[in-house]
């Protein structure tokens, strides 16, 4: 598939390795520019371009900044971009990093505002586990002790894409419902950063509180 990432964090940098290697046409872009992105681009062997270009790569985008930087986005962003491109949220929110976000205080789910700002469905997918073990700990299919990882979205070809992609890198893909159940997957959870296999996720998933616990509220 063509992917496009925006963002070249941890996540972003670890996704456009691991896709590109799959085979993958992928597209990396950062809020400084292609050029700086030269030594990343030449390790994975994607394609340094700008948000825009990025947004317009193909199949797949996935949206992998810090929650704050989100209403940063140009407002056109998906403008003329093809309703069938599948969008992926892989963001957390960190108050003492993005600052105090009104909505996700009061109860909304971290994906639901992401959606809401970018103006389009939204997957959740990737924001529960750490760059170095989404590098490293891919299992094949069937393999003992694969860690498994939730997806929460409301379209249900969009999700099947996700939950394949998920698979390919090596992970038990988790159906986690629509994007309003989101929140059971994010920071302070119990399935967040915790590598549970499949029946772990799903057990997690069901335990999990809406109450967003202290250390992930703005004080």
């Known amino acids: ?30 809020s400084r520019g292609p050029e700086t992105l030269a030594a990343l681009a030449k ?28 209403r940063d986005l140009p407002n056109d ?15 957390n929110y960190y108050p003492q990093r993005d600052g105090h976000i009104d909505e996700i205080e009061k109860g909304l789910p971290e994906s639901q505002y992401a959606a809401q ?43 099947k894409i996700v939950l394949d992609l998920v698979n390919e890198l090596g992970f038990d893909p988790i159906d986690a419902g629509g994007l309003a159940e989101s929140w059971r997957q994010q920071p302070g959870s119990p399935v967040y950063a915790t590598d549970l296999n499949a029946e772990g996720v799903r057990r997690a998933l069901q335990q999990a509180s809406k109450e967003r ?3 992930f509220r703005a004080a």
């Open 43 to 70: 390790e994975s062997g994607a394609k340094a371009v700008t948000v825009k270009e990025a947004a317009r790569a193909g199949d797949v985008v996935i949206v992998t900044i810090p929650e704050g930087k989100i």
């Open 117 to 159: 700002k970018l103006g389009r469905p939204a997957v959740k997918a990737f924001n529960n586990i750490r760059a170095r073990h989404l590098m490293e700990n891919g299992k094949p299919a069937g393999a003992a002790g694969r860690i498994a990882l939730p997806v929460a979205g409301d379209d249900a070809r969009a999700k």
């Open 77 to 91: 962003l998906f403008a003329g971009v093809s309703e069938s491109v599948v969008v992926i949220d892989t963001g």
């Open 1 to 30: 598939m063509n992917i496009g990432i925006i963002g070249a964090g941890n996540i972003g940098g670890t996704l456009a390795k691991r896709l590109a290697k799959l085979g993958h046409t992928v597209s990396i872009a950062n």
């Open 213 to 215: 616990p202290r250390e």
